[in-house]
């Protein structure tokens, strides 16, 4: 079945550091989203990209979407303690009726000190 | 209403216990779907519904049987768990391709 591979496992930077995540899937995407889960919190969305080679900013964050649609990174610049939490990257895998069957990759847990 | 509600947020059941799960949504999606969450693992896919039909199930065990008595409500009716059972049980709900909107889960510990 898909896999779903991010690294690094765990990040660990001084507030104000610069932060990539990366993620690879082991099948072609239609498209794939982020999701940041805070501790003891649940999964939030956060972005879905769906072109080849797409780039979308939200503030601090820039999401990319490579070309072949196997790989995408989360890229944080100057981290604050807010951004404390595990980034998942997901992708479908299966579309049935008005469902899509979600795989979440392996997560990126970010820490972040002063 | 953007929110995905669940209920209970804890639970403590025996393993001879029968409980339910519920979630509740009324942002008019038409897919949900239940996740197994385990301590730094990422969700775990166990059913998707989908027209309130069931679509997927993930080789879930039938100690986990799930329900969806209309477009808004998803409940996990659950008997005879085991404690490896224990973990957060996430609901989400989506629009088709769209992204997954989250409840907060229940954590479950089954003793």
């Known amino acids: 079945g898909q896999q779903v591979m991010q690294i690094p496992q765990y990040q660990h930077v001084q507030e104000g550091e610069d932060f990539t995540t990366y993620c690879n899937s082991s099948t072609t995407l239609s498209n794939i989203q982020w999701y940041k889960q805070r501790p003891g919190g649940h999964p939030v969305f956060l972005i879905q990209?769906?072109?080849?080679?797409e780039v979308k900013k939200q503030k601090r964050l820039t999401f990319q979407f490579g070309e072949a649609k196997k790989n995408s990174s989360l890229h944080i610049t100057a981290t604050q303690t807010t951004d404390v939490g595990t980034y998942f990257c997901a992708g479908p895998s299966l579309y049935t009726g008005t469902a899509s069957k979600l795989t979440f990759g392996t997560g990126t847990r970010l820490q972040v000190t002063l | 209403d953007t929110e995905v509600t669940q209920t209970p947020k804890h639970l403590v059941m025996g393993m001879t216990n029968k409980k339910s799960l519920k979630c509740e949504q009324h942002m008019g999606h038409r897919a949900m779907y239940w996740y197994k969450q385990k301590a730094k693992k990422p969700p775990e896919l166990m059913f998707v519904?989908?027209?309130?039909?069931?679509?997927i199930n993930e080789s879930v065990p039938s100690r986990f049987s799930p329900e969806c008595p209309n477009s808004s409500l998803l409940n996990l009716h659950l008997h005879a768990l085991q404690p490896e059972d224990s973990a957060l049980y996430l609901c989400a709900s989506s629009q088709y391709d769209g992204g997954y909107t989250f409840g907060s889960g229940t954590r479950l510990t089954v003793v």
């Open positions: 990209l769906v072109k080849s080679g």
């Open positions: 519904y989908s027209y309130e039909k069931l679509s």
